[in-house]
């Protein structure tokens, strides 16, 4: 079931994230969700990512740490994460808890594609740590 609340597409070669999770969810379907959504985005994380919430109506405790564990997979691999489509009820909970400062957030998916764009292009005229 908690297939049903994520998929994974490319807008412009960049990953897309989009979430569609309804209010009421409840934790075991969290834990399932985070699970299947690592699973995805492992064998890219490195690269980069856009975690859209625009159809993304419920935030808790469980969707704030699935967002934290999906922002640390993908930096841990060198990636980046940009968050679109916040609604303002979601940005007031980051912002109340402090983990807004975590992500970096673009209000439209267009925008975050070009953010991500950008970050490629940077990414390639400087060396990865690690000397990668």
């Given at each position: 079931m908690a297939r049903e609340f994520f998929k994974v597409i490319a807008d412009q070669s960049v990953n897309v994230?989009?979430?569609?999770?309804?209010?009421?969810t409840d934790?075991?379907?969290?834990?399932?969700?985070?699970?299947?959504a690592l699973a995805e985005l492992a064998s890219a994380a490195g690269d980069g990512w856009i975690l859209d919430?625009?159809?993304f109506s419920y935030v808790g405790s469980a969707?704030?740490?699935f967002m934290i564990n999906v922002r640390q997979r993908i930096r841990q691999a060198d990636?980046?994460?940009?968050?679109?489509?916040?609604?303002t009820h979601i940005m007031a909970t980051?912002?109340?808890?402090?983990?807004?400062?975590?992500f970096a957030i673009i209000d439209s998916r267009p925008a975050a594609v070009a953010a991500v764009?950008?970050?490629r292009k940077s990414r390639k005229t400087r060396p990865r740590r690690g000397g990668k």
């Open positions: 994230l989009q979430l569609t999770m309804p209010a009421g934790v075991s379907e969290f834990d399932a969700l985070n699970q299947l919430m625009s159809q969707a704030l740490g990636g980046i994460l940009v968050v679109c489509g916040v609604s980051l912002r109340a808890s402090s983990l807004g400062r975590l764009l950008d970050w």
